[in-house]
C-alpha cells in the first residue's frame, strides 16, 4: 500500500548539491515512487505539493525536510537513508592529513581559519543567497551563487558591490566553474592550458571546455556569470569583469565568451570591451546566426563546438585555420550519411516527428536553433525564437525538444543530470508514441553527474525500442555525450556502451541535432515523393 512519510531535521543545513545526491539516493530504494530533500523555506514546501507531495506543517525555514512516498517499509528504509547520509561528515580530500578540526559555522569564521581563502561558494535558498553573498564581498572574497530563485534586483545590488570593490560575482544560478584548475559545481575533468571561458551557460560551458581537452588543447579558467548576467537589467556585470580579468591574465591567450542571446545594448557594450581586448575573443551567443571571423580581435562561432574549434585554432597560432570551417559545421561523413538513410528507411509511415530530450539547456537550446536549417521548429518549454511553446511540458507534440533540467521539471527533484529517472520516463513515453521517428537526447559526465550513468538507461533505451517493435516501428536513438574520458565516468567508456547498444553517438551536440535534422528530413523527403532523396538542408 502506498503511503508518504516525512522527517523534520531542525535547525540542519546542506549545501543543494547535498540535498540532491540525497533524493537521488532515496529515489535509489526499491518500492519508493517519489523522494525529495530540501531546506523547508515556502518556496520549497509550494515545490513540494506542485510534484504531488502533502505540504508539511511542523517544519521552520531553517528545518532541513525529508518527504517519501512509496510502499510503507520502503518509506521507512529510506529514511533511515537519510538519516545515515545526512549525518555523514563531508571528506576531507585535501590530501595534507592535517586535522582540519571542527567545520567554520560562519564566513568570517571560515577566513579567520583561512585568511588565504578568496572565493565563497553559497548554496542556500534564493531568498537568502544575497544577504550571504554580501557577507562574502565584505570580508574580501570574491562569490559564486549556486542558488536559484534570488530575486533579480538582489543580483543587481549584490554585482555592483562586487564592482566597486574589484571583486566578481558568479550567479546567481551558476552551475558550472573551474577556477584555478578547480571544478565547482558540474564540471569536467579537463587539462590546465591558456584558453579562458566566460560564461551564461552551464552546460554550454561544459561543452567547450571538454571539446578544447579533447582537441589536445587546456583551459585557464572557466567563469560562470549566470543566466540573467547579460539581461538589460544586470547589465552584464560579471560578464564585463570576466573578460577584463581574463584579457589581463598572463597565462590566458585566447577567451571564449559563450551565451544565449544577450539583450541588444548589453551585447554591444560587452562586445566593444571583448573587442579592445589585446587577447583574441570567440563570441557564441547560442542560435544567434552563423559564425563569421570579424575581425583580427572579436570571432564568432555558430555552434559550440565551432567555439571551441575556433578557440583552439587561434591558440595555435593559425590563422588560416580559424577563419577556415571549423570540424564541428563539416557535413556528415558519407558512411554516417548512408547508416542514418538505412535508419530513415526502415521508420513506418506514422513516424514523422523529432523528439528531443535533453537535460542541458544550452543543449536543448542549441538543437531547436540548429534543428530549423532542416525546417523543424519544434514545440519546447523553452523555445527559441521562431518556435512555439510546448503548452502541456509533460506531453511531446509534433516535432518537439525540451529541457527537462528546467525549473518546471526539476521542483521537488534532483537534477536529471543527476538522477535521469524523469527523463527516463520520458524516453519511453515518446517510444511510446507513433509519431516519434527519432529519439535524441544527451548524457552529461563531470563532477556532480550521475556515478553511473549508463547502466539504467542502457535499459530503458533497451525497453524502448522493444515497445516501438511490439507495435511494428523501429526507433533511430542519436545521443551526444558531454565530457572527457578523464572525468569519474569516462566519455570513452560510455560512448562504447552507447554504440554497443545501437546509439547513434555523436562528436559534439552540434552534430547530434545535424544527425536527427538529416535523418528527419530524410523521412519528410520519403513521405512527399516516396523514395529518399538528398538532405533538405535550407
Not at 569564521?109 to 583561512?114: C, K, S
Not at 558512411?335 to 530530450?357: F, H, K, Y
Amino acid at each position: 500500500m502506498t503511503t508518504q512519510q516525512h522527517r523534520v531535521y531542525a535547525n540542519l543545513y546542506k549545501d543543494s548539491v547535498s540535498l540532491m545526491a540525497v533524493s537521488s539516493a532515496l529515489m535509489a530504494v526499491p518500492d519508493i515512487e517519489a523522494a525529495s530533500v530540501v531546506m523547508a523555506t515556502n518556496t520549497n514546501r509550494e515545490n513540494l505539493r506542485n510534484a504531488g507531495l502533502a505540504d508539511v506543517t511542523d517544519a521552520k525555514v531553517n528545518d532541513l525536510l525529508v518527504v517519501v512516498r512509496g510502499e510503507a517499509t520502503a518509506c521507512e528504509e529510506a529514511l533511515a537513508l537519510a538519516d545515515r547520509l545526512l549525518a555523514e561528515q563531508p571528506v576531507d580530500d585535501s590530501g595534507d592529513g592535517t586535522d582540519k578540526g571542527r567545520p567554520s559555522t560562519s564566513l568570517r569564521l571560515a577566513v579567520a581559519a583561512d585568511p588565504s581563502a578568496n572565493l565563497a561558494l553559497i548554496s542556500v535558498p534564493g531568498p537568502y543567497a544575497a544577504a550571504e553573498a554580501l557577507k562574502a564581498l565584505k570580508l574580501g572574497l570574491n562569490a559564486m551563487i549556486f542558488s536559484d530563485n534570488m530575486p533579480i534586483e538582489s543580483e543587481v545590488e549584490v554585482k555592483r558591490y562586487a564592482t566597486d570593490h574589484e571583486l566578481l560575482v558568479m550567479g546567481p544560478d551558476c552551475g558550472t566553474a573551474l577556477i584555478n584548475g578547480i571544478p565547482l559545481g558540474f564540471a569536467n575533468v579537463v587539462r590546465r592550458g591558456r584558453i579562458g571561458v566566460v560564461g551564461a551557460s552551464g552546460t554550454g560551458m561544459q561543452e567547450i571546455t571538454s571539446r578544447i581537452h579533447q582537441l589536445g588543447a587546456g583551459v585557464s579558467q572557466a567563469i560562470g556569470t549566470g543566466g540573467h548576467d547579460l539581461s538589460s537589467r544586470v547589465g552584464g556585470l560579471s560578464t564585463l569583469h570576466s573578460l577584463r580579468a581574463l584579457g589581463a591574465d598572463d597565462d590566458t591567450d585566447v577567451i571564449v565568451l559563450v551565451s544565449k542571446p544577450p539583450a541588444p545594448e548589453v551585447a554591444s557594450v560587452v562586445l566593444e570591451v571583448a573587442r579592445n581586448l589585446s587577447t583574441p575573443v570567440v563570441v557564441m551567443f547560442v542560435g544567434a546566426g552563423d559564425g563569421a571571423a570579424v575581425d583580427e580581435q572579436l570571432h564568432t562561432a555558430s555552434t559550440l563546438a565551432e567555439a571551441a574549434d575556433l578557440a583552439v585554432a587561434l591558440l595555435t597560432g593559425t590563422p588560416a585555420e580559424a577563419g577556415a570551417t571549423p570540424a564541428a559545421q563539416l557535413p556528415l561523413p558519407v558512411e554516417l550519411q548512408e547508416r542514418l538513410r538505412d535508419a530513415a528507411s526502415r521508420v513506418s509511415d506514422s513516424q514523422l516527428s523529432l523528439r528531443g530530450i535533453y537535460s542541458g539547456g544550452t543543449f536543448c537550446y542549441e538543437a531547436q536553433a540548429l534543428s530549423q536549417a532542416y525546417g523543424i521548429y519544434a514545440h519546447s518549454n523553452t523555445p527559441v525564437a521562431g518556435n512555439p511553446v510546448l503548452e502541456d511540458i509533460w506531453t511531446s507534440r509534433e516535432h518537439t525538444i525540451i529541457d527537462m533540467g528546467d525549473d518546471d521539471f526539476t521542483r521537488g527533484r534532483p537534477h536529471p543530470m543527476i538522477d535521469p529517472t524523469l527523463r527516463d520516463e520520458r524516453l519511453l513515453a515518446e517510444a511510446e508514441d507513433p509519431s516519434a521517428a527519432v529519439l535524441l537526447f544527451d548524457v552529461v559526465l563531470g563532477y556532480g553527474a550521475a556515478d553511473d550513468p549508463t547502466s539504467h538507461l542502457l535499459e530503458v533505451l533497451e525497453q524502448a525500442r522493444s515497445l516501438a517493435s511490439a507495435a511494428g516501428r523501429s526507433l533511430p536513438l542519436i545521443a551526444h555525450v558531454c565530457g572527457t574520458d578523464e572525468d569519474p565516468q569516462s566519455r570513452k567508456t560510455v560512448v562504447a556502451a552507447l554504440e554497443a547498444a545501437g546509439v547513434f553517438v555523436s562528436d559534439s551536440n552540434a552534430q547530434a541535432a545535424q544527425m536527427a535534422g538529416f535523418l528527419v528530413s530524410q523521412i519528410a523527403a520519403s513521405a512527399n515523393s516516396g523514395e529518399l532523396t538528398e538532405p533538405g538542408k535550407k
